[in-house]
């Protein structure tokens, strides 16, 4: 093989002889040939840098974002990061599903009970107790009781199934206990659902980990979930067919009447709850509960434990002037 030298036709330019020169700590020096002095890096791959931005720049830069979609993200991250700072110190009694919605598992079910609640329900864990809620052991998990259907063993009969062979732990908090340290309990322990237990031992409510995910991003709906109606439908002036599960507040907001002085009652949430402060008890379907400014809460439907629907009837504030213009001539 021949070597080329510079003074050969396309021969490649050879460094000055002093460019090998070492220094006193025994490092070679950078070269100081007909090249100024570049790094040897620099000179073998400086063509193919130039290669690289020849070809990107024939290469449209893509287009800038809309300032409405730039506008639409920076709100989303700060709403974001806004329910993340309320989650801190939002309690866990905020979050929790009220005992009265709570679906269990008894003990002594079989196996074609417990396939019926995972159907009627549509959850995927369900807690398990002995005689009452407040005596839960455990959760169960959908996919260890359908892991038994279609293999080669007979179907699970009352005599070989036992809810307790499938059951997991779960966890048991106060309703004081803050949403943030919940959700870094359930990671770490790797338990999505706990009880809310009161100071005598009773069970208030239950929480799982999407319960307290959706504090954060919102409501999170799955294939599975079913359209949930709105809580109230205005059936005419001032006339409100509701869930009694309705937030106060954002009934208010939407009548534009207030139903209950800001600082009276903090405990009081929802419209069932204002009712029942009212009454002290829990109104019969059927019954007729009045307001102090002379609005009406109809009970639709009811059992012992709570309310469940009823018909409101506002008295607006022309409608209010009216009736006392009316009272006023009747007493002249």
């Not at 991250?77 to 905020?94: C, I, T």
Request: charged share 30%; proline share 5%.
């Amino acid at each position: 093989m021949r070597l080329v030298t510079e003074n050969e036709p396309g021969g490649l330019p050879r460094a000055d002889s002093g460019s090998a020169e070492q220094d006193e700590s025994g490092e070679e020096g950078q070269s100081t040939g007909s090249l100024g002095g570049r790094p040897l890096t620099e000179r073998l791959f400086g063509g193919f840098g130039r290669g690289v931005s020849s070809m990107l720049a024939g290469r449209e830069a893509p287009p800038p974002m809309p300032e409405e979609v730039q506008q639409q993200h920076t709100d989303r991250q700060k709403l974001l990061l806004a329910n993340v700072e309320r989650m801190g110190e939002m309690r866990v009694s905020d979050a929790m599903v009220p005992r009265a919605d709570i679906v269990g598992i008894e003990m002594a079910a079989d196996y074609d009970e417990v396939v019926a609640a995972f159907r009627s329900v549509g959850h995927s864990r369900l807690p398990v107790y002995n005689d009452t809620l407040d005596d839960a052991e455990g959760f169960i998990h959908v996919k260890d009781v359908f892991m038994l259907t279609g293999q080669e063993h007979e179907s699970p009969t009352p005599g070989t199934f036992n809810v307790r062979g499938f059951m997991r732990r779960l966890l048991t908090v106060p309703p004081s206990m803050r949403c943030g340290i919940l959700l870094q309990k359930m990671q770490a322990d790797r338990v999505h659902m706990a009880l809310v237990i009161d100071e005598y031992g009773g069970v208030d409510g239950l929480v799982t980990i999407e319960d307290l995910l959706e504090l954060i991003v919102g409501e999170i709906e799955d294939e599975h979930d079913a359209t949930v109606e709105a809580f109230w439908k205005k059936q005419g002036d001032g006339v409100y067919r509701v869930d009694a599960r309705a937030w106060l507040d954002e009934f208010e907001a939407e009548a534009g009447i207030q139903l209950l002085e800001p600082g009276k009652n903090d405990d009081v949430d929802t419209l069932g709850g204002l009712v029942f402060m009212i009454c002290n008890r829990i109104p019969a379907r059927g019954e007729v509960i009045r307001h102090e400014a002379g609005h009406e809460f109809e009970i639709l439907d009811a059992d012992p434990r709570r309310i469940k629907r009823m018909r409101v009837s506002l008295v607006l504030p022309e409608n209010a002037d009216n009736t006392d213009g009316a009272a006023l001539q009747a007493a002249q």
